[in-house]
Structure formats: C-alpha cells, structure tokens
C-alpha cells in the first residue's frame, strides 16, 4: 500500500462491517503494472451474506422519509466533493485515466448523488378519475426492494454513484460487486457513504475476482429484485438469461458502436473538437466513444488532416503526469484487441495517417492514432475498439450516412455535425440510438437519461427515467364510497 491507496479502506464492506478474507486478489496499476494493493476474494456465501444484509436493511430504509435519505444523499455528495483529489489519484492509480479526466469523474460521479438527493422527493403516484362512483382511483411510488449492480472498470466512481444514489434515492437497498480491475473507487465511495450517515446494509460492496459465482448469486436470489449492470453486450446477455428464472427487472448499460456522422456542411472546428472529445477520452475506453466516424466525401480531406493535426497535440503518459491526456490502456487483452483490430483494417485496405503502434511509455500504452478508407464491413467498424483509434469511413449522401450509421446491432450514443438546421431533425429522428449528440461530442449528465437501444441496452440511468428504475407502480382501488 502507498500514500494514494492507504487512505480509505481495502476491505469489502458487508451490513456496514469492513470484511476481510483469507483469499485476495491483486491491484495494480496499468501504467506501470505494480501491485498497489490487494483486496478480499470474496465469494458466494459472502454474496449471500450481503444480500441476507440489503434484505434485513430494506424495511427501516424503505420507510425513512424521502426528505430524511436526501439528507444522508447530500452529505455523501459533500464528503465526496471534499475528497476530490485523494478520490482522483486513487482513480488514476487503479484505472490509468489522466488526473485531470479522474478530478472530472469525480465532479461526473457525485452530480448524481446530488440530482437523484432531490429527485427522490418527487417519486410521485397519480390520483386517476374514477370509472365507477363507489370507487376512488390512485397510484403510489414504492420502491422495488433489493438491488444488485455489477459496475464497469471504465468509470470506477461514476458508474457505481449513478446506480446507488438512485436505488438510495428511492427507498432501495442495494450489493454492488465492483469491476474487480478497480474495486478500490468502490471501497472509497462506500466508505463515504458509512461516514454520510448510509445505515448498516443499506449499500455493501462484495469484491471478487470470482465474478461468475457471485454473479450466480445475485442473479439467483429471489430476493433481489432488480439487477443493474454496466458492461459487455456478452456478459449482458448472459445476465438477463440468469435472471429469467427469478423475473428480475433489468437495467443494462452494454456495448456500443457509435457512429459519429461530419456532413460537408458541418463547422470543420466544432466537428475535430467533438470527435477528439468523443473518440479520445479515457483513451477510447468508453461506451460512448465515437467508434465509426462516418465523413461526408467533400470534406473528407480537409478533416482528415485537420484530425491528424489535432491528435499530434496529445500527449500518452502515466495519468499521473499533469501533461497526460492519454493514459494505458486497462489491460493486455485490451492491447491485444486494439493491436488486431488496427492490423485487419490495414490488411483491408485501410490506411494509417497517425501512430498505429504500441507506444513505447509502457506495455497497455497504444499510439493516438487516425486510419482513414476504413470500410462498413471491416472488425474496426463492426466492433468496439475500445481504444485510442479513430476509424475514418467516407459517404456520399445523407441516405447513406443514415444506412451505414445504423448498421449494427448496437444503438447507444451516436453523434452528428452540420450547420442545416432540417438535417439536424431527420438524422436525429433516423438514427437507432438512445442518444444524440448534435455539434457536440460529449453529453453524459446527471439530468439526461443514458441509455441505449437495440443490443446496447435496457433502461435508462440518470434523469426522472433513472429514479424510475428503481420504483413500483401499486394501483390502489378505494371502494364503498358512498
Ligand atoms: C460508459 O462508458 O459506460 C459511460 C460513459 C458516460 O457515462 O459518459
């Protein structure tokens, strides 16, 4: 342990007690590979013993008056917010992402514990007129009982405080079984959350490397009524056949292949400064990242170069270093994956404009790199790269770019540049995607709904939609009134 990780808790946290193991799994930092710390191997008993702690919690918490968990809500956003830094060096320490990235994450992670402290006072029900006169209609909200969520390495904070403040928010009590890459953003948050005032059980973290049968476990129990979960379309899908059998409500977050489409009459500025936002955060390790960048043949050239020029301005290092805007990638078959993807295309046809190779500051770190005559049916555009790769593909009309755009099985994010305002309205209305993001290449919030169609998803997160999730409908028929 050092100075970044000795400073909150690396035991898992079940019914508000700090719980080691006698099995633990390793750390470690992608930049260098050290281990920087080891936390409990966690298995299915303690996944049980977690769930045995949300279900005994859920009543006290469910009945505590929505004003009184704002309360608890906004002190866990205050000390949050007050760690800012210690939280973003560990992020950066246990994920890779340049610092300033992890200080914006935790800005991202906490909005969500302060709109979600408000939004939980007005999970209102309906009074509904009546369809017979002996008889008053109405509905109230209620929460759905014991959550279960399996978060993402990619945004070790953000992606645990947008399901936890909204199952908080609406009476839930919740088990999260962190990416086991970055388990210790989750012992931080939930160490904060016990300091805030979250009463024993209300939230426990199981960490494990034994993702398979805790997943079992959480997707079994009868008791857990709902899973959220952020990650693969892969592990998704077998996630949602787990939970059949227990008719589980879902929120799935999955994969992406977001086109990002430039018409010839877009703002050439506007349009490198969307796509470098988009493709190049968190090193393309997003589910957002612009994956196809889908460019309309009369600019095609002059964005190219433009991109090329725009990308010889990032700088890879340690995102410890303050000049860092690309860090590694989280692991070797992360590399790998990027490394196939980039020598099949070139194997294609396509071409490299810019980097196109490991990078020589450490074994995850990959070259920002630009390839251009990438082609629909080329692995870059069918999968996600995951990685500091921006994919160029040429189109001729409007028709096309909305045909290539939309062929995939995927439809989370995807993004378009014009300056023709009717254009604007028929893409956003053709394109299969839960968001759109016009003249802009970042728009994830704490007030907008995130989440994806088609392969990509279930649910929504933030926003009124994201309190949703959490909440039952009860109808309530009063009759005899005479
Ligand atoms: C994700 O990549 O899963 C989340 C990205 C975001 O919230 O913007």
Redesign the pocket.
């Known amino acids: 342990m050092n100075a970044i990780t000795s400073k909150f808790p690396t035991a898992a946290l079940i019914d508000g007690t700090w719980v080691t193991a006698q099995k633990s799994f390793s750390v470690s930092d992608p930049a260098t590979g050290e281990e920087i710390a080891r936390v409990p191997d966690l298995g299915a008993d303690d996944a049980r013993r977690a769930i045995d702690a949300a279900a005994k919690a859920f009543p006290a918490w469910a009945a505590t008056p929505a004003k009184a968990r704002a309360q608890i809500l906004e002190r866990w956003f205050d000390l949050i917010t007050a760690e800012t830094e210690a939280l973003a060096q560990l992020m950066t320490a246990e994920q890779g992402k340049p610092l300033a990235e992890a200080r914006g994450e935790v800005a991202y992670g906490a909005s969500f514990i302060e709109w979600f402290a408000e939004e939980g006072k007005r999970a209102y029900g309906r009074t509904i007129p009546t369809t017979v006169a002996s008889r008053r209609y109405i509905t109230i909200k209620q929460p759905i009982g014991v959550v279960a969520a399996i978060t993402?390495w990619?945004?070790p904070i953000?992606?645990i405080t947008r399901k936890v403040a909204s199952a908080l928010a609406a009476g839930c009590t919740i088990v999260v079984k962190p990416s086991e890459e970055t388990p210790l953003c989750a012992l931080a948050v939930a160490k904060l959350a016990m300091d805030a005032g979250v009463p024993p059980g209300v939230f426990n973290v199981i960490t494990s490397a034994d993702a398979a049968s805790v997943g079992n476990v959480l997707t079994s129990d009868p008791r857990v009524r709902k899973l959220t979960f952020?990650g693969s379309t892969e592990i998704g899908r077998l996630l949602y056949r787990q939970c059949a059998d227990t008719i589980k409500k879902l929120t799935l977050?999955l994969g992406g292949n977001a086109p990002l489409i430039v018409f010839d009459d877009a703002d050439l500025k506007q349009a490198i400064a969307g796509t470098m936002a988009s493709k190049y955060r968190n090193a393309g390790q997003?589910?957002?990242c612009a994956n196809r960048i889908i460019v309309q043949a009369g600019i095609y050239e002059r964005f190219t170069a433009a991109l090329v020029d725009a990308v010889s301005s990032l700088h890879v290092a340690p995102g410890r270093d303050p000049r860092s805007t690309i860090g590694p990638l989280i692991n070797a078959d992360a590399a790998k994956k990027v490394e196939s993807l980039i020598s099949d295309a070139v194997s294609h046809g396509a071409k490299i404009r810019t980097g196109g190779a490991p990078d020589t500051q450490g074994a995850l770190f990959y070259q920002p790199t630009v390839v251009t005559e990438v082609t629909p049916d080329m692995k870059i555009a069918q999968e996600e790269i995951f990685g500091p790769v921006a994919s160029l593909i040429r189109f001729e009309t409007e028709a096309d770019a909305i045909r290539i755009a939309n062929d995939t099985p995927f439809g989370l994010a995807a993004y378009l540049f014009t300056q023709n305002i009717g254009r604007v309205w028929r893409v956003a209305e053709a394109l299969e995607s839960g968001m759109v993001g016009v003249n802009e290449g970042v728009f994830?919030n704490e007030v907008a709904p995130?989440g994806g169609v088609k392969q990509s998803g279930l649910g929504r997160e933030g926003a009124a939609e994201g309190l949703e999730e959490y909440l039952e409908t009860k109808f309530i028929c009063l009759g005899g009134i005479s």
Request: glycine letters at 0%.
């Open positions: 993402p990619n945004f953000a992606m952020t977050e997003t589910c957002v994830s995130f």
